[in-house]
């Protein structure tokens, strides 16, 4: 059964008739073709496919894009301002966090929901925020730094 439905990405609409067990995830990189948000695990674990449903952390691949019909998802290609990159990208280079990359738009949404709510979070806060997300190349530590160097550069 197909549904009719439309979810704001980056600000942008997209408009899709669906299948009902399409994920946000694949409605954001199949219809949407916003490729920058990962397909890991698919399974809820990984934290690869996260993105901002509505300004709260989600994990794209365990929700139907049909429950996300009319919501405002922000995904790592929305998070840049202008023709700037945003503090965290700019972190996450400095540092070397990217290695492989395939976890880093997860971790940098991740970092901006923590930011939105908390500007000046503690390393326990960071690594909490980060603790759901699995990083097979940089031991984590590079990830949580550029997390406090991205608050230095906000302030
Ligand atoms: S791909 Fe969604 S949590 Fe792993
Ligand atoms: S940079 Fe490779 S999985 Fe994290």
Not at 115 to 130: C, Q
Request: net charge negative; charged share 25%; proline share 3%.
């Amino acid at each position: 059964m197909k549904h009719s439905i439309k979810i704001r990405i980056n600000g942008q609409w997209y408009l899709g008739d669906v299948e009902t067990g399409m994920t946000l995830l694949q409605f954001i990189r199949d219809e949407a073709g916003l490729t920058g948000t990962k397909a890991g695990c698919e399974n809820g674990e990984c934290g690869a496919c996260t993105v901002l449903m509505d300004g709260k952390p989600v994990r794209s691949c365990i929700i139907l894009a049909v429950e996300a019909d009319g919501s405002e998802i922000l995904t790592v290609e929305g998070l840049r301002e202008g023709d700037k990159l945003h503090p965290l990208q700019q972190s996450f280079i400095e540092t070397g966090a990217a290695q492989c990359g395939f976890c880093t738009p997860g971790m940098l949404i991740a970092g901006k929901a923590l930011l939105d709510k908390n500007s000046n979070p503690s390393k326990e806060e960071i690594m909490e925020a980060l603790g759901g997300h699995l990083c097979r190349c940089t031991g984590y530590k590079s990830i949580s730094k550029s997390v406090e160097i991205a608050i230095d550069k906000i302030k």
